[in-house]
């Protein structure tokens, strides 16, 4: 079945900038949506950016102007910058997929989910 695999994440001082990546295989059906989710301890998963299988993009308000998502379809990856990163970003960043004509930015109508990977800002 359909597998997403994250990487790309770490530890950088507020003000870095992180790239992720997200590696999609075993797709079998259009079209697709993919997205980005954060979730911090003890709070729940939250959208932070999604993209429509015609490439338009939705963002979070607390991301606007610094994340940006992208994806290569040749490639079957999503990307994930993050520029102007603070420490409120520290969170378990999720690569998410769907066979919707949406933007995957609502986590109950998420059909795939990667495993994550942790982004930590601090100083």
């Known amino acids: 079945q359909v597998q997403l695999v994250e990487s790309g994440g770490g530890s950088v001082q507020p003000g870095g900038s992180l790239r992720l990546s997200c590696a999609a295989s075993?797709?079998?059906?259009?079209?697709?949506?993919m997205g980005w989710f954060r979730q911090a301890p003890g709070k729940d998963r939250e959208a932070v950016a999604g993209?429509?299988?015609?490439?338009?993009?939705r963002y979070a308000d607390s991301v606007k102007g610094r994340f940006t998502i992208s994806q290569d379809n040749i490639k079957n990856t999503l990307y994930l910058q993050m520029n102007s990163l603070k420490p409120e970003d520290t969170a378990i960043y999720y690569c998410?997929?769907?066979?919707?004509?949406?933007?995957?930015?609502?986590?109950?109508?998420?059909?795939?989910w990667g495993q994550g990977t942790q982004v930590t800002v601090s100083s």
């Open positions: 993209i429509s299988i015609r490439s338009r993009t």
């Open positions: 998410a997929a769907d066979h919707s004509s949406g933007y995957c930015d609502i986590a109950s109508g998420i059909r795939y």
């Open positions: 075993g797709y079998a059906y259009s079209p697709y949506c």
